[in-house]
């Protein structure tokens, strides 16, 4: 379930910021 929220989550954060899910995938 938590996966699957935060799945949702992370396609927004592609939709709403770009960059900043770029920055994120670098972080890691």
Do not use: C, W
Request: net charge neutral; no cysteine; glycine share 8%.
């Amino acid at each position: 379930m938590e996966k699957r929220i935060a799945g949702l989550h992370h396609v927004t954060a592609i939709a709403s910021d770009p960059q900043r899910n770029l920055d994120f995938y670098i972080g890691l």
